[in-house]
């Protein structure tokens, strides 16, 4: 069970990025995906999470609006749409499966996690 996110890049403020998490080695199973994002000397802040059976979303205060989640069922991929880029958004972002039980928001939820996508928004 491997998830592997990309699409992480260096954007201008106001830019749009589309992330992505594969998930391989299996059939979904997780209960749900979520993003959080890192950066160095801080916790892992939640960014958005989906139910993978039902489609529905979550998202952190600070991306409402801006940022969606979706997923693809046919190709186990969980897509993080960012609009409206700004300098604080400038992170590693990671994705990671979690099961039915606890909360969408907290990172030690999670029971798996990929490699990071590094994300720079900067004029």
């Known amino acids: 069970v491997q998830l592997q996110a990309s699409g992480g890049g260096s954007v201008q403020p106001g830019e749009s990025l589309r992330l992505s998490c594969a998930a391989s080695g299996f059939r979904l199973a997780y209960f749900a995906i979520g993003w959080f994002r890192q950066v160095p000397g801080k916790e892992r802040e939640f960014v958005a999470a989906?139910?993978?059976?039902?489609?529905?979303?979550y998202y952190g205060d600070s991306v409402e609006g801006r940022f969606t989640i979706s997923k693809d069922n046919a190709k186990n991929t969980v897509y993080l749409q960012m609009n409206d880029l700004k300098p604080e958004d400038t992170a590693v972002y990671y994705c990671a499966g979690k099961g039915p039980t606890g909360s969408y928001y907290f990172a030690r939820q999670y029971e798996s996690w990929g490699q990071g996508t590094q994300v720079t928004v900067s004029s």
């Open positions: 989906i139910s993978w059976s039902y489609g529905y979303a």
